[in-house]
DNA sequence: TATGAATGAGGATTCATTCAT
DNA sequence: CATGAATGAATCCTCATTCAT
């Protein structure tokens, strides 16, 4: 009950923001989306880029939990990138929204650069630990860490993005492996 | 002179815009940036959405130009290929005010559904045919075409933005070549 | 301890009311200042126009009490002119925060017209009857009663105006004297 | 017809300032009483703020000059000071609304100090240089000059303020000479 | 008494667009 | 073609006040 409206507004801003984008959205549109008047709004967040940046870090923080869940230390690395791979995949197509919000605000000026910088480390982080353990055991091709990184989160976001433009594609089997065999073999050594 | 200030026009959006976004630059600002009056600018463009729409067209356009120059059918596709990729790269750390540009706005709901994918089609279009080509010859993996695609895209995004973020990367050869060659695995058989 | 809080959001308000003025101080930030909650206030307090009228009340007696304190009738006039005049710009230099108040809230439309002639009657009433009495006696010069309670205000809040910016010449006395001797010549008949 | 509007809102301003306040008056309300549309009030002022304070500019110019208009080196002292007091009343009376509005504002934290301090200068400046004639001239009491002078404006702003609030006094020529004659003795030398 | 979340009307300011010059 | 004053709807945000706890 005590965060009932604040998670209502969060929800509505990320539809609408999503929907409309950040400066097309009001927030008398947001609060009325939410059922709460316009000044409980600035109660509950200071301002109107103070909502986007909670709702970002919100978001993705969630992204990033549900990718690590699963995660065994004892499985093969390809077993693991699949793992966090499909998990990722999954998790976008079961919220659409929240992938979509993330596809348009992570390059939108309207988020601070110092919120998306902490956003993307709190995510790409353990990918750095884990391209880095496969790099050392051989698995992994010896490209620049850094650079691959930002490839792979390059791949993702244009698979995400093909499969929710093309919901029917993620039924079809070879579609979902195509999509994941293009990112391996772009990570993985040459031969094998 | 009779296109001197719509020019300056369009170069002064193209500032604003990349730096502060759509909504966030008023157009009396543009107009003093280019230095005319506010009323000039609705002299050559309809209103704001058709000067960004313009400014997209236009800017993806010289992208599209660029790439196609100096593809030869006679060449091999491996070296047509990185062609495209060297000279897409090559442009967009030339012109990084432009890839900003378009990287930001590719995703925004500020431009219409229509001008975007007009824009995507030019360019993406001969890739498409390049690809098609490749997989007939049996050098290019046969993943789906639409797939394929949106994830060469993606990975030429993730790659500019690296760079345009570490200048000095571009500099290291291992550098410009590791970006490549994870493109090229992406899409190429299986190596045996 | 029961009017602890009461008395903590008057002092609060006393301060933020002079710094900022009435309407640029929000009761929320009174309440926050007093070190209580936004509905406290109103529970001592019927509306913020209400706080002022009685902060204003509160201070105006403040300094009438001071004023007459020390008067006494068998003293000469000329004396117990003196002795009012340095009680008020003593109390004034002593809580500047008040006099800095009430300087600006004696003319401000924020208070209501009632008020402030309430206020002014409680301490003119008795300077009035002073002034009267001088003139029956020929110590004070024959102008309009009225008009001169209304000049020996303005001397006042001058006097104490230019003190309280100029901290440093209260130390010096031919400044206090000139002050003083400045107001009692402009009230005393022509010095032949 | 170019300063037409601007004007406008200039003088609606003065007059709604004056009668609710600053913070009480809207800026709608001025373009509305002043016949403009909301926005054409920010298109000549940057902000509420800066209205205000171009208005006390204004203001206190216009005594200004009215006050040094009929001054005469060759008169003897006496008749300057009496002009002067003479021309300060007769404005104040016939520009009642003015003189308001400068009564409330000059002790206002609505107005920046800087401001405030620039129009006092505009004013009390030549009026310093009177009085110091005066002194050199042994015509003026030796009292420290700032001290007389935030005291003349006391004496000048009660006094306009009495005859504001009775208008009927200043018909009958004892108020008049009693107010001039309250002053004059205030700031002449004991004897004389 | 005390609290502080909730309210929603109201306020300052912005801005795309128009149009008379 | 070019200008820039004028427009007024729309926006973000504030704030006095209430009320359930």
Redesign the pocket.
């Known amino acids: ?2 965060t ?3 998670q209502a507004i969060l929800d509505a801003a990320l539809t609408l923001f999503t929907e409309q984008g950040y ?7 947001i ?1 009325k989306a939410a ?17 986007l940046a909670e709702l970002f870090l919100t978001v993705k923080q969630e992204l990033a939990v549900e990718m690590q869940a699963g995660l065994k230390s004892e499985s093969g690395l390809r077993h693991n990138a699949h793992h966090v791979w499909q998990t990722g995949m999954e998790w976008a197509l079961d919220n659409p929204q929240k992938q979509l919000f993330f596809q348009q605000f992570c390059m939108s000026p309207a988020l601070s650069p110092e919120i998306r910088k902490m956003a993307m480390e709190e995510v790409l982080g353990f990918l750095g630990d884990l391209l880095l353990q496969g790099q050392q055991a051989g698995e992994i091709a010896d490209f620049p860490a850094d650079l691959m990184l930002e490839n792979c989160h390059g791949q993702f976001l244009a698979a995400t993005r093909f499969f929710l433009d093309n919901p029917a594609r993620w039924q079809q089997h070879h579609y979902q492996d195509a999509a994941f065999q293009q990112f391996w073999q772009s990570i993985t050594p040459i031969h094998n």
Request: net charge positive.
């Open positions: 009950m005590r009932d409206k604040k400066h097309a959205t009001s927030t008398a549109s609060a059922g709460v008047a316009t000044g409980t709004l600035f109660h509950h967040f200071a301002s109107k880029d103070a909502l």
